[in-house]
C-alpha cells in the first residue's frame, strides 16, 4: 500500500490542479515530490534520436540529492514505453554523461555546478528540473517545489524549445507561471 501513495498523491495532486494544490498531512515531502518528477516525465515528449521507442528512460541526480532515496523508488516504473533507469552522477560529469541523461533533478548542492552544467547541456534534449528557486531562476526548464505546504512549479519554454523537448499542454496548464 505504502508504494501506491505517491501514485495517489499525484493523481489527486493532479486532478485538483497541481499549482494550487496542497499536500496532505502526514505525506513524505520526497516521495511526493519524486512523484511529481514521474509526471513531469510522463509529460514530456523527447526527439525520437535521443529516446528511441522502449529504450530506457535515464534519470540522473547528483549523489546527496536530497530526493535520491525517493527517486530511487521510481526505478523500473514506466514512462510511455520507457523504463525508467536512475543514475546517479559523479560530482563533475563529462559532457557526454550529461547528454545520457533524459531527465536531470537538480537541488540547492548543485548551485556552483549549475553554470557548467547548463554550458555542457546547451545542445542536449535533457529536461532540468530544480527544486531549488536559484537555479530554477537561473535557466533549469522546470523549478518546482513545496511552499507553506502548497505544491507549485514554474516553466521557462526557452530552454525546453532549444532542448527539441515538447511539454503537454495539460502539465503547462498546471504550472504557475509559462515564461
Do not use: Y
Not at 129 to 144: P, Y
Not at 150 to 171: C, E, H, I, M
Request: hydrophobic share 45%; aromatic share 4%.
Amino acid at each position: 500500500m505504502r508504494a501506491c501513495i505517491p501514485a495517489l498523491l499525484t493523481c489527486l495532486l493532479l486532478a485538483c490542479g497541481l499549482a494550487h494544490a496542497q499536500l496532505p498531512s502526514g505525506a513524505d515531502e520526497a516521495e511526493l515530490k519524486a512523484a511529481i518528477l514521474f509526471n513531469f516525465a510522463l509529460f514530456t515528449e523527447w526527439p525520437a534520436d535521443t529516446l528511441p521507442a522502449s529504450s530506457p528512460l535515464r534519470l540522473c541526480v547528483f549523489q546527496g540529492n536530497a530526493l535520491l532515496t525517493a527517486l530511487t523508488g521510481l526505478q523500473e516504473k514506466q514512462v510511455n514505453g520507457h523504463r525508467i533507469s536512475v543514475r546517479t552522477l559523479p560530482g563533475a560529469p563529462g559532457p557526454a554523461q550529461l547528454a545520457s541523461c533524459h531527465l536531470l533533478v537538480l537541488d540547492a548542492q548543485d548551485r556552483e555546478r549549475w553554470p557548467l552544467l547548463k554550458q555542457d547541456l546547451a545542445t542536449s534534449s535533457v529536461l532540468t528540473v530544480a527544486d531549488d528557486r536559484i537555479i530554477g531562476a537561473n535557466g533549469a526548464m522546470i523549478s518546482f517545489g513545496i511552499d507553506n505546504r502548497r505544491v507549485g512549479f514554474d516553466v521557462d519554454l526557452v530552454p525546453v524549445k532549444q532542448a527539441r523537448l515538447t511539454l503537454s499542454s495539460k502539465l503547462l496548464r498546471l504550472a504557475r507561471s509559462v515564461q
